[in-house]
């Protein structure tokens, strides 16, 4: 869970979220890069007496200036690239989540069961002990750790957008449409996440709560309901 001194990213709870964290890092150090070397270069310039006649005009230095900007697209881009490839990929998913959006809380159906479970999952109110405000749940969806997962996306009236930073998950739910995501969590916890999306009055009050258990406690949980 983010708090008021985190200046990055939450810890990561999935291999997707991982890698999105790698990319970030390893795009950060390159824009820095860049940034520092045209910074020097415009420093020097404004505080030198002298002109290089060859800088206002010289074949060398535009095949340079151009050559070079290519080649450190090239290196975001292939990373990019493959980053987008594994969050699209779907890796034969053993559990399948329907989660729909409402104006203002979401509503939840596991479907690959013979006791199909379906419920609604509401903002806990701010007078509520032992609860995280503004983001606890009064049913919060249980899930396995080291499984991969399946969630099929949708709304029932407007514009939502399902998000749990620490998963590297954002997708939007978008009402007549069903959108698909594919995550697995490698660690136990309770993970927490809002709408991203402008949904309406009470927009910033339908929160996410995804609790992470292991697969023994999730299929007794599953019998039990």
Request: aromatic share 12%; proline share 4%; with cysteine.
């Given at each position: 869970?983010?708090?008021?001194?985190?200046?990055?990213?939450?810890?990561s709870?999935?291999?997707?979220?991982?890698?999105?964290i790698?990319?970030h890092?390893?795009?950060?150090?390159?824009?820095?890069?860049?940034?520092?070397l045209?910074?020097?270069?415009?420093?020097?310039?404004?505080f030198?007496?002298?002109?290089?006649r060859?800088l206002l005009?010289?074949?060398?230095?535009?095949?340079?200036?151009?050559?070079?900007?290519?080649?450190?697209l090239i290196?975001?881009a292939l990373?990019?690239?493959?980053?987008?490839y594994?969050?699209?990929?779907?890796?034969?998913?053993?559990?399948?989540l329907?989660?729909?959006?409402?104006?203002?809380?979401?509503?939840?159906?596991?479907?690959?069961?013979?006791?199909q479970?379906?419920f609604?999952s509401?903002?806990?109110?701010?007078e509520?002990?032992?609860?995280?405000?503004l983001?606890?749940?009064d049913n919060?969806?249980?899930?396995?750790?080291n499984?991969?997962?399946r969630?099929?996306?949708?709304?029932a009236?407007?514009?939502?957008?399902?998000?749990?930073p620490t998963l590297?998950v954002?997708?939007?739910?978008?009402?007549?449409?069903?959108n698909?995501i594919s995550?697995?969590?490698?660690?136990p916890?309770?993970?927490?996440?809002?709408c991203s999306?402008?949904?309406?009055a009470?927009h910033?009050f339908?929160p996410?709560?995804?609790?992470?258990i292991?697969?023994?406690?999730?299929?007794?949980?599953?019998?039990?309901?």
């Amino acid at each position: 869970m983010a708090t008021w001194s985190d200046l990055n990213f939450q810890n990561s709870s999935s291999p997707l979220m991982e890698q999105l964290i790698f990319f970030h890092d390893h795009t950060l150090i390159i824009l820095l890069t860049i940034t520092i070397l045209v910074g020097y270069i415009m420093i020097t310039l404004f505080f030198n007496n002298y002109t290089n006649r060859f800088l206002l005009e010289g074949q060398m230095i535009e095949v340079i200036w151009t050559i070079l900007p290519a080649i450190t697209l090239i290196f975001i881009a292939l990373p990019s690239l493959r980053l987008l490839y594994l969050l699209d990929e779907s890796m034969n998913p053993l559990i399948t989540l329907k989660t729909i959006g409402h104006q203002w809380y979401w509503s939840y159906e596991y479907m690959d069961f013979k006791n199909q479970i379906e419920f609604d999952s509401y903002m806990l109110q701010s007078e509520s002990m032992n609860s995280f405000r503004l983001l606890d749940v009064d049913n919060r969806t249980l899930l396995p750790m080291n499984t991969q997962i399946r969630t099929l996306i949708t709304a029932a009236d407007v514009i939502h957008s399902w998000t749990v930073p620490t998963l590297g998950v954002k997708t939007d739910a978008t009402p007549g449409r069903l959108n698909q995501i594919s995550f697995l969590i490698n660690r136990p916890g309770v993970f927490f996440g809002q709408c991203s999306e402008i949904c309406g009055a009470n927009h910033s009050f339908m929160p996410i709560a995804i609790e992470s258990i292991n697969l023994k406690t999730f299929i007794s949980w599953i019998n039990n309901n």
